[in-house]
């Protein structure tokens, strides 16, 4: 046995890990408290709430803008930036409280943190708790009609919903078009 | 007329011709000139999925247009240029038809590029998919060169069907080498007459399919024939008696070619005496 096999893993390395997990916060809505969330409803807010530190990380109230939708048809695009999110979970309560956003359409709450992925090659923001079958719904696209990759490896449908998004993947969903 | 039924693999079709959707002005078209055509078989490609604007309308998907009952779909891996690319595409594909229940989820048409000027085939990627997607259970029917040791050697690597091509791709000049289509139909049933050979790619009109069935092919694939023809409809409709039409002349064997002629009135009882002797 060599002195590497003897070696226990060193619990400092171990421990950040154990740290991030709690962070997927709140996700039952009704233990949810609206102030301390809102401190975090970066990027759309004219009047920023009152920002108590500590506030639930990743608990965020974001607009969901159309993640396909061209740049220039954006409305509110000058005064604030806008972030396209795919996933996440309407959030009623926000919705109601914010005078910005009417439609609680339009208002998702995250559960989880925001990841960067790419979808046909285009470049795409998604709630890092959502799954590939979250994703297709908020795209509009039924699973039978479509056959997905993720980093190139293909997912079957049966594994849609239990497959989650992580930060970087890079998604091909594909259909059939006409050809010889 | 003849109900002569031909295998590919575990498939079974009368019709001997095999068409392509892409490139019709739109799906009525391409509907019409399918039925036109009589065939069973239709090929599909692979692309990245249209993303419409949430609310916006997403354009129609071409397998609502096929009665899937009727066709049996057969993907493509065109625009491929890697054997890699080329088994990412038939997987992609098998999900696809296995979620529609059609019985194409079975095979793949395999194409390896190797440029996009010529489109013709890279021998080595084609072999390599060809292994790999025979392994992952596919049918392979591999788009090929008009060379017969290639043809033999994909056949070795454990293709369903080769299929050579009469041209390059949507280029309409037809049968270029049909001598070479003949070596490799010759070749590929040497000991094994029921193999499928299938012409694919060049067709420009009617006549090339005869030229390519009468040498003894079991089918031809074609796109751009009919998608391209002013009026697709009535090529489609062509196609189709084309198709039976060398199929028959290859089944009643033709005479052989010789250099000078042969009478076909008597030489015996002839009111004038030969002309000229040779």
Partial sequence: MTARDATPAPTDRLRPAARLSPRRAVADPASFQWPRACCLLFLFCETKPPNPPGAIKNAVCVKKTNPIEPKSTGGRQGRTARLSVIGGRPYPRCTARNRLYNPSENVVFLTGSIVKITINGKTETADGAATLADLLNRLRLEPKRVAVEINEDLVPRARFPETTIRDGDRIEIVTFVGGG | ?278
């Avoid at chain 2, 599909?44 to 009952?69: K, Q």
């Avoid at chain 2, 793949?108 to 190797?114: D, W, Y």
């Fill in chain 2, 1 to 278: 007329m003849s109900a002569d039924r031909y295998r590919v693999g575990s498939f079974a079709f009368t019709s001997r011709l095999f068409v392509g959707t892409g490139k019709y002005a739109n799906f009525d078209v391409m509907k019409d000139a399918l039925a036109a055509s009589q065939c069973e078989v239709v090929t599909v490609a692979i692309r990245r999925d249209v993303l419409a604007p949430e609310g916006g309308t997403r354009p129609d998907n071409i397998l609502d247009h096929l009665d899937l009952t009727r066709y049996t779909i057969l993907p493509n891996t065109a625009g491929c240029f890697s054997a890699k690319d080329a088994v990412r595409a038939a997987r992609l594909s098998r999900e696809l038809l296995e979620g529609r229940d059609n019985p194409g989820a079975r095979w793949v048409k395999l194409e390896v590029l190797a440029d996009k000027k010529t489109l013709l085939p890279d021998p080595v990627g084609t072999i390599d998919a060809t292994r790999t997607l025979v392994d992952a259970g596919f049918e392979v029917l591999a788009y090929t060169s008009d060379d017969p040791v290639m043809a033999r050697r994909i056949k070795d690597a454990g293709a369903t069907s080769v299929m050579p091509l009469g041209s390059l791709i949507g280029s309409g000049l037809g049968i270029l080498n049909p001598n070479n289509i003949a070596i490799c139909i010759e070749v590929l049933k040497d000991g094994d007459p029921n193999y499928p050979v299938i012409v694919d790619a060049g067709v420009g009109t009617a006549s090339d399919v005869t030229i390519a069935m009468e040498l003894g092919a079991d089918g031809v694939l074609l796109n751009t024939g009919i998608a391209g023809a002013k009026n697709p409809i009535k090529m489609a409709a062509a196609m189709a008696h084309a198709i039976e039409a060398g199929r028959l002349a290859h089944l009643a064997g033709r005479i052989p070619k010789r250099p000078f002629a042969a009478a076909s009135s008597p030489t015996e009882g002839l009111i004038a005496p030969t002309a000229r002797p040779t």
